[in-house]
């Protein structure tokens, strides 16, 4: 079974840091592009950040500057580093696979996805 399993939610007060953690098992990694998303209560899932099989990134707006994606390619993992959170950024966080190499943030690109881990950031 294809898995991606994320890790690192959590509650934080806002101004605060968390790093996500997304690592891939049964599943081509370094070939492909990554992508974090993201889900709050009653809105449709956004795109937050990508990162290219060769390590280029690209971010939404509303994290530019705050949150940076990384990967490492020899441990199937991509991470997401969140600083600066605000209370706004609650939601459910969860990774994707893509189907090609270079980052897109349309969710139709991706067609693998994990669980999710919650991100709490209180006031």
């Known amino acids: 079974q294809v898995l991606l399993v994320e890790s690192g939610g959590g509650l934080v007060q806002a101004g605060g840091s968390l790093r996500l953690s997304c690592t891939a098992s049964?599943?081509?990694?370094?070939?492909?592009?990554m992508g974090w998303f993201r889900q709050a209560p009653g809105k449709e899932r956004e795109f937050i950040a990508a990162?290219?099989?060769?390590?280029?990134?690209f971010y939404a707006d509303s994290v530019k500057g705050r949150f940076t994606i990384s990967r490492d390619n020899a441990k199937n993992t991509v991470y997401l580093q969140m600083n600066s959170l605000k209370p706004e950024d609650t939601a459910v966080y969860y990774c994707?696979?893509?189907?090609?190499?270079?980052?897109?943030?349309?969710?139709?690109?991706?067609?693998?996805w994990g669980q999710g881990t919650q991100v709490t950031v209180s006031s």
């Open positions: 049964r599943l081509s990694f370094s070939s492909f592009a």
């Open positions: 994707a696979r893509s189907i090609q190499r270079y980052s897109d943030s349309n969710t139709a690109s991706y067609n693998y």
């Open positions: 990162i290219s099989w060769s390590g280029g990134s």
